[in-house]
């Protein structure tokens, strides 16, 4: 079928794009560093050393999921190919949905692990500190903080962040007055560093009974 040829053709057009991954990535200098931090865990003593053995195993952690992803990617490739032979040879045109959606999320996902290649930063791979303060807007004001801590909340969910309070005040009627949290997750201050300033809602006050306009 000349669906799954065009697919075919894509997906293995997709060499060079998981060389320069592999490359930008460095994930076989990632695998190198694995190996030495499972080396090192086993040498006598290194379990009594509770800060290098944290730092170890947070390091660990952060190589493991950097190869996994990309295997990852690899892996999904190599279904959709076997997924487009499987439909080519018995001729079954129901696999085309399957392989649709496989591919809109392999790239996805490849656009993704780009962008975790600019994210050079000395801290972009660390953990950040989200800061929240109403304004002088009142009630208005702190219901407003309080959807964007929802908007971030629910950014980091779906991001695979932890999302952890460390402070919160509730505001007088509605929203919050104050809120600091830490998004934790490899990354986390890349993503975020930029997500600073004064951040405005303009509408219609369900606050105000004459139902005016509230910035």
Request: with cysteine; net charge negative; proline share 1%.
């Given at each position: ?14 060499d ?29 003593g ?42 080519t ?19 996805a ?11 050079s ?9 989200l800061?929240f303060?109403?304004g002088?807007?009142?009630t208005?004001?702190q ?44 990354n ?9 300033g ?10 105000d ?7």
């Open positions: 079928m000349i669906e799954y040829d065009s697919y075919k053709q894509k997906l293995l057009a997709m060079e794009t998981f060389e320069n991954l592999f490359k930008a990535l460095e994930i076989e200098q990632a695998r190198q560093e694995l190996k030495r931090l499972e080396l090192e865990a086993h040498e006598d290194f379990w009594n050393d509770l800060e290098r053995s944290q730092k170890n195993q947070m390091r660990s952690k952060q190589l493991q999921n950097k190869i996994h992803r990309y295997e990852k990617l690899v892996s999904t490739r190599d279904d959709l190919l076997a997924l487009i032979d499987m439909g040879e018995m001729d079954d045109a129901s696999l085309l949905p399957e392989l649709e959606e496989g591919y809109k999320k392999l790239e996902d490849v656009e993704q692990a780009r962008l975790t290649t600019l994210l930063g000395e801290y972009d791979n660390c953990n950040a500190i800061t303060h109403a002088a807007g009142g208005e004001a219901d407003w903080a309080q959807m964007l801590y929802r908007m971030y909340m629910q950014w980091a969910n779906k991001h695979g962040f932890e999302f952890e309070m460390l402070d919160y005040l509730d505001g007088d009627e509605a929203g919050l007055k104050s809120a600091t949290v830490m998004v934790k997750g490899e986390a201050y890349g993503y975020l560093k930029g997500e600073n004064v951040h405005r809602l303009v509408r219609v006050s369900p606050f009974a004459n139902a005016r306009r509230q910035t």
